[in-house]
C-alpha cells in the first residue's frame, strides 16, 4: 500500500516563500510521475507542477517562473518551492503519484497540506 505524506503548508504573506514536500512510502519502485494539484475553496482541482523520475517537469501557467518542482533525494519524495506567492495561491495542495502504464484509477493521492498567502 503506496501512502504519500505531505509537509510543508502553512501561512504566508504575499511576496514570501514556501516549499512543499511529499514523501511516498511503501513503494520499492521509482514512481514514475510525481505532481501537485491545488483546490482552492469553490474552485475545481488544478494541476500545479509534475515531474517525472527522469526529471522532466511541467507547470501551470500561472505558476511558471515561481514554483520549482524537484525530486532531489529518494525518487519517490517530490519538493516545491514555491516563490513570489500570491494570494490566489491559497489553496489546498495535494500531492500526487503516477505510474506509468497503470489506469488513473490506481493513482496515489496524499490527504493535501494547506497554503494560505494573506497580509
Known amino acids: 500500500q503506496v501512502q504519500l505524506v505531505e509537509s510543508g503548508g502553512g501561512l504566508v504573506q504575499p511576496g514570501g516563500s514556501l516549499t512543499l514536500s511529499c514523501a511516498a512510502s511503501?513503494?520499492?519502485?521509482?514512481?514514475?510521475?510525481m505532481g501537485w494539484y491545488r483546490q482552492a475553496p469553490g474552485k475545481q482541482r488544478e494541476l500545479v507542477a509534475t515531474?517525472?523520475?527522469?526529471?522532466?517537469?511541467h507547470y501551470a501557467d500561472s505558476v511558471k517562473g515561481r514554483f520549482t518542482i524537484s525530486r532531489p533525494y529518494a525518487k519517490n519524495t517530490v519538493l516545491l518551492q514555491m516563490n513570489n506567492l500570491k494570494p490566489e495561491d491559497t489553496a489546498d495542495y495535494s500531492c500526487?503519484?503516477?505510474?506509468?502504464?497503470?489506469?488513473?484509477?490506481?493513482?496515489?493521492w496524499g490527504h493535501g497540506t494547506q497554503v494560505t498567502v494573506s497580509s
Open positions: 500526487h503519484g503516477h505510474q506509468l502504464g497503470r489506469p488513473a484509477s490506481d493513482d496515489y
Open positions: 511503501g513503494s520499492i519502485v521509482p514512481i514514475y510521475l
Open positions: 515531474i517525472t523520475d527522469n526529471g522532466a517537469t
